[in-house]
């Protein structure tokens, strides 16, 4: 057992839970926060996304001790039932989604995508392939690609509004 | 997983002290190979010594025409470098195309290289640029690294620091990704040398890992474009056959793969 603390949601959150628990294990089970899934816990699906100091990583290959001292984000800290985050609204919007399932790990990695290339900058051909690690089993796609694309039109046009 | 203990070390030495107190350790990079192994419990190492926060082996530098990178670096750092970008664009574009982009956010080099997955993506940079493996002990030059499928010349309680590329005149990377996993069923990385020499080293079909093709390096050095490889091809007894794919496809695969390579090094 070790003693793990870590910014999770923007709160400090500590715990003593054994070495092997896995970061997944930590947010879900420890802090009780179920938005984000385990889909295949491989290493393939990407339900699992979270954000780990400002990086896209599945927690489902991650050890909570390794996120020991570091600011952690998940689907829960990036928006509210009634103040989504833009790209949150734009799944509602676009219905990227048909059960869910994969919809936490996709909405976080597409929050990483736009970080990463800057909102405005997504075409659909880099957003499809920035979606390589995130499975879907229902949609088959296009109304994910469409709502990420929206989403960062979208935060580009607000960036664009508050300078 | 079965139990563990999880370690941080600050130092190199540290590492190595952690190391020599564990029954049955192992050093832990970015885990995205080590993790998954434990989880399907093939490996259960009692304890997992974390080099990934040790300054000392992390970053990206300059070194002579070359570059240096520390072990504990990780994919998307590499791929994203400028630096890396400028002198040796083969191998920024090797590791932004080595599994997806939150894998790329936690896998190291170093873990990457000690795993030697026959499949990996980074052996076959090392090999054909020429590179040199800085460990906690000595200086191995990436051919002697690489020793079998999983296996490196690396004893127990021996950690890699950094590893050293030269400049090159050229270089890039074609794989073949496996439709499913993405790795590599057949790599072939293509460097030329500032004094003119070519390098081919292939990943992902030999079944003792990393090899270099020699044929295709004595074609290339007469005439460094793809119809200059279109008729060589690996001897299929040597290579990979499983369900993904035979030895002969594999064998044409590097063939392609190589040419790819090449067009791209231009």
Known sequence: MSKVS????????????????????????????????????TSQCGACVVHVDGKAVKSCTMLAAQADGCDVVTLEGIGSADSLHPVQAAFREH??????????????????????????????????????????????????????????DQMAGMAQAAE | MYETNYHRAGSVAEAAEKMAGADDG??????????????????????LIDVTKIAEMKGICADGDGVSIGAATTHAEVAGSDLVKQTLPGLASLAG????????????????????????????????????????????????????????????????VSVKFPGAAASAYAKYPN???????????????????????????????VFRMSAMETALAGNFSPDAVAGIAPNADDLLSDLHGSAAYRANLVTVMAKRAIAAAG
């Open chain 1, 6 to 41: 870590m910014v999770l949601n923007g709160k400090t959150v500590s715990a003593d839970v054994e070495d092997r628990t896995l970061l997944v294990s930590f947010i879900r089970e420890t802090r009780g926060l179920t938005g984000t899934h385990v889909g295949c816990d």
């Open chain 1, 95 to 152: 219905h990227g989604l048909q059960c869910g399932f994969c919809t936490p790990g996709m909405i976080m990695t597409a929050v990483d995508m736009i970080n990463r290339h800057g909102a405005g900058n997504l075409d659909e051909a880099t957003i499809r392939h920035e979606l390589e690690g995130n499975i879907c089993r229902c949609t088959g796609y296009h109304n994910i690609v469409k709502a990420i694309k929206a989403a960062s």
């Open chain 2, 26 to 47: 192992k050093f832990l990079g970015g885990g995205q190979t080590l993790l998954p192994t434990m989880k399907q419990r093939l490996a259960a190492p009692s304890d």
């Open chain 2, 97 to 160: 195309g080595i599994g997806d982009p939150a894998v790329r956010h936690m896998g190291t080099i170093g873990g990457s290289i000690a795993n030697n997955d026959p499949a990996a993506d980074y052996p076959a940079a090392l090999v054909a640029l020429g590179a040199t493996v800085i460990t906690s002990k000595r200086e191995l030059a990436a051919e002697d690294f690489f020793t079998g499928m999983f296996e490196t010349a690396l004893e127990d309680d021996e950690v890699v």
């Open chain 2, 179 to 209: 439709p499913a996993s993405r790795y590599a069923m057949a790599g072939v990385f293509v460097a030329k040398g500032k004094d003119g020499g070519v390098k081919v080293a292939v990943t992902g079909a030999g079944q003792d890992g």
